[in-house]
């Protein structure tokens, strides 16, 4: 789909369809709203008033114009209350009315700037929300439907503007919004990959080819390299796999004189967790093939900082491997020794994601690495203390910490802060190794962070357990079934705030 910014005037402009808004509560329609209605004879202000229209989030009605005005059809989109009016609440609305458009084999859309009139959002922020909510919520993967013929798509989105003033702002968010939301559409595609057609190589590749694309350095390390660098932990993990591992880095230089500003996003990369000897039962097993939707997000980041150029430099670690129960599988009982050197202990083949993560931050740190943030997939628990509305967040810098939790409001996914209180220690202690990788049944999200803890060296360092928020069953808004690309957005935003850009 393309989307466009025009100049012009509702009442003129042709097209299959075209969105205006309502804000909750209103009974007399202004603005663009205002103008379709005393061309539509009234009809909208006596829907208001019938109550069909009522301007609540989410809510979409359609008129048909029958030649009263160039454009064939209006849909009326409620914003819900104007004192909740935020950038991801138009990107709901976006998303839902996109799809009921697309849904009545609608080709061109037309839609003016919501919320940058009488909402007073600015024009960039407005259209950056346009674009995402659309682009998000048209996401589609049927690549393995082959029985689906024509499916209806939408070609085109057009943001129309009588101010001159505003186009260029308007056409700004446009860019930023299309680059955000494809990089996010990216990470769900790898997310929604079955794992027989993503193995960490097919990873790696698709990893390459977007790094060529959009002008990324790249580089990958196989096995012999891992076992030269003592990447135990990231090995112990591949052993019981026939498909070797891969560990994928990627790099954006915006400020090569400037290190001490360095950002590292390491991602979780297990493209599929069978839990290994500790199996896993098999209800549900088949959603492990997205355990490397932390890895895809640090891919998916990567691809819209390399375009949206910040002034700092980006690495981007994606440890990348199955956990499997092959004939030379690690074992429960094991002691495992990474990279950085100390020993632990394997409780659990199933707490694999904190292994493989903890030779990536002891590499990043390694690598001149002065902020890490890692992004996984990697416990359960996390669903149990938040359910599906936020992201646990953990790290042992309040700064960085409030940075992502910030930039996640102005993205619109959420991130709750969990306690890290030195008692926890007590969950990961071993009797005969350094640590042990799994805890007892209580704080389990807070015993993984405790963990991966140990090889940040004392950099400052976040930890995003993702394993709530990665996929989900229900539409809603721009979310779609399948991988959410949460969060994508967010840390492109972090990448941005910390390279001073606004
Ligand atoms: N990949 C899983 C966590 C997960 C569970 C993600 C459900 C998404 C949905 C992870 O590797 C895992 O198995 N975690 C264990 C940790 C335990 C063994 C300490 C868990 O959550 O049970
Ligand atoms: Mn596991
Ligand atoms: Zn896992």
Not at 60 to 85: C, D, E, W, Y
Request: glycine content about 12%.
């Amino acid at each position: 789909m393309k989307v466009k910014v025009s100049k012009g005037n509702v009442a003129t402009i042709e097209t299959d369809a075209l969105i205006v808004n309502l804000f909750e509560g209103v009974k007399k329609p202004a603005g663009a709203t205002g103008s379709v209605d005393r061309l539509l004879d009234g009809t909208i202000s006596q829907l208001i008033r019938e109550g069909e229209v009522t301007g609540k989030k989410n809510e979409a009605t359609l008129i048909h114009t029958l030649n009263k005005m160039p454009a064939s059809r209006v849909m009326i989109v409620g914003l819900g209350q104007k004192s909740k009016f935020s950038p991801d609440v138009l990107r709901q609305v976006l998303g839902t009315a996109m799809r009921r458009l697309r849904g009545l084999k609608v080709k061109r859309v037309v839609s003016i700037a919501h919320g940058a009139g009488i909402g007073e959002m600015e024009p960039a922020v407005s259209s950056q929300a346009i674009t995402e909510g659309a682009i998000l919520g048209l996401y589609k993967f049927d690549k393995y439907k082959t029985l689906l013929k024509n499916q209806a798509s939408i070609d085109e989105l057009a943001i129309v503007e009588e101010d001159d003033s505003k186009i260029k702002l308007l056409k700004a968010g446009v860019n930023k919004g299309q680059i955000v939301a494809e990089a996010a559409n990216f990470a769900r595609d790898l997310g929604n990959e079955p794992a027989n057609i993503l193995t960490p190589t097919e990873l790696a590749d698709r990893a390459k080819k977007m790094a060529m694309d959009v002008g990324l350095e790249y580089e990958v390390l196989d096995r012999k390299q891992m076992e030269k660098l003592g990447m135990g932990a990231l090995l112990a993990v591949a052993a019981g796999s026939n498909r070797p591992p891969k560990f994928i880095i990627l790099k954006h230089i915006g400020d090569p004189k400037n290190e001490g500003n360095n950002l590292a996003l390491c991602g979780k990369g297990i493209t599929f967790d069978s839990g290994g000897i500790s199996i896993k039962p098999a209800a549900g097993m088949g959603a492990m093939k997205g355990d490397m939707a932390g890895g895809a997000s640090v891919i998916g980041a990567m691809m819209a900082i390399a375009q949206i150029k910040p002034k700092i430099n980006v690495m981007g670690l994606i440890p990348a491997t199955e956990n499997m129960s092959g004939g030379s599988a690690y074992h429960p009982g094991d002691v495992v020794q990474t990279m950085l050197g100390k020993t632990f202990e394997i409780i659990s083949t199933d707490a694999e994601g904190r292994m493989v993560l903890a030779d990536a931050l002891f590499y990043a740190v390694q690598h001149q690495q002065k902020r890490l943030v890692d992004v996984a997939t990697l416990t359960g628990a996390a669903s149990i203390a938040l359910g599906n509305l936020a992201a646990a967040i953990m790290g042992n810098d309040q700064t960085l910490i409030d940075q992502i939790i910030d930039s996640g409001e102005t993205t619109g996914e959420r991130f709750w802060q969990l306690p890290m209180w030195e008692e926890y220690r007590e969950e990961i202690v071993s009797d005969i190794a350094d640590i042990k990788n799994s805890g007892t049944r209580g704080a389990g999200t807070i015993a993984g962070g405790y963990f991966i803890q140990e090889f940040a060296e004392g950099v400052p360092w976040a930890h995003l357990d993702i394993a709530a928020m990665a996929r989900t069953d229900q539409e809603k808004g721009y979310i779609v079934k399948g991988h959410t690309g949460f969060p994508v957005r967010t840390l492109i935003k972090l990448a941005e705030t910390l390279a001073g850009i606004k």
